[in-house]
């Protein structure tokens, strides 16, 4: 079934596919930043600032700068949930360090390491073999 028919549909999906990613990214970047905006008034109210505030606060605006990075160029980059990652974890560990063992802390910032190897990995994969536009990789001349 090849027809104009089949055509039509095929087109319609798209679309369809194309409004649900902008509503559910829309959705994303109104929850993130008003999540941003309730933790900057928790600060305010408490009149304290502390590092592990300031850590979430970035996690909020690197979910934003995904959303934004989203839009425009209509994919995500594999690094940006990398650095999302990184962020929460460090938080994580900031907030419980006195609550876990020293193992589990050892765990954790190995875990941090091996998701930075994984932004350098990516990172370089990105530079030496980029993607066309159709997703598949072109070989490039080393420079």
């Given at each position: ?62 979910v934003v700068t ?78």
């Open positions: 079934m090849t027809g104009p028919i089949s055509l039509d549909v095929k087109q319609l999906g798209s679309k369809v596919i194309v409004i649900i990613e902008h509503v559910g990214l829309l959705i994303v970047l109104v929850a993130a930043v008003f999540a941003g905006t309730q933790e900057i008034a928790d600060m305010w109210r408490s009149g304290r600032v502390g590092v592990s505030d300031l850590l979430l606060l970035f996690i909020y605006l690197e995904m959303s934004s990075v989203y839009w425009r160029i209509g994919r995500l980059p594999v690094r940006i949930p990398l650095y999302i990652a990184m962020v929460a974890m460090s938080r994580h560990l900031i907030l419980n360090t006195s609550e876990v063992s020293p193992w589990t802390i050892l765990a954790e910032s190995g875990a941090i390491l091996i998701l930075a190897m994984a932004v350098l990995m990516v990172r370089y994969g990105h530079t030496r073999m980029p993607y066309t536009d159709e997703g598949s990789s072109e070989q490039k001349s080393p420079d």
